[in-house]
């Protein structure tokens, strides 16, 4: 069975950080792509970030862009989300995510992942 699961959302003051890990089933770690998303209240789902199976490439929205990193750890079949100098902006529904392996062009696509974890909640909040 597929599975992607997050964890490590919670509350957080602006300007603090807060790492988020998605665990992944070996048989989509080591075979695609993956991503996070996030939906704020009100708003749409957008992307934020996405690393290639290689890890050879990593690709950020230009809003978490020098604050959020991306990372795989393959012998833990997981992907993380540094944030750092978080903002009250950055409060949503974050979500991991996993695509067939392409260009890196095709990251900001949600349409394009076939996996999707069940999310966790961020919030940033003084």
């Known amino acids: 069975q597929v599975q992607l699961v997050e964890s490590g959302g919670g509350l957080v003051q602006p300007g603090g950080s807060l790492t988020l890990s998605c665990a992944a089933s070996g048989s989509i770690f080591s075979d695609y792509d993956m991503g996070w998303f996030r939906r704020a209240p009100g708003k749409e789902r957008e992307f934020v970030a996405a690393?290639?199976?290689?890890?050879?490439?990593?690709y950020y929205s230009n809003s978490v862009k020098e604050r959020f990193t991306c990372s795989r750890d393959y012998a833990k079949n997981t992907m993380y989300l540094q944030m750092n100098s978080l903002k009250p902006e950055d409060t949503a529904v974050y979500y991991c995510?996993?695509?067939?392996?392409?260009?890196?062009?095709?990251?900001?696509?949600?349409?394009?992942?076939?996996?999707w974890g069940q999310g966790t909640q961020v919030t940033v909040s003084s």
């Open positions: 690393i290639s199976v290689s890890e050879e490439h990593t």
């Open positions: 995510a996993a695509k067939s392996a392409g260009h890196s062009g095709s990251y900001p696509y949600a349409i394009l992942y076939d996996y």
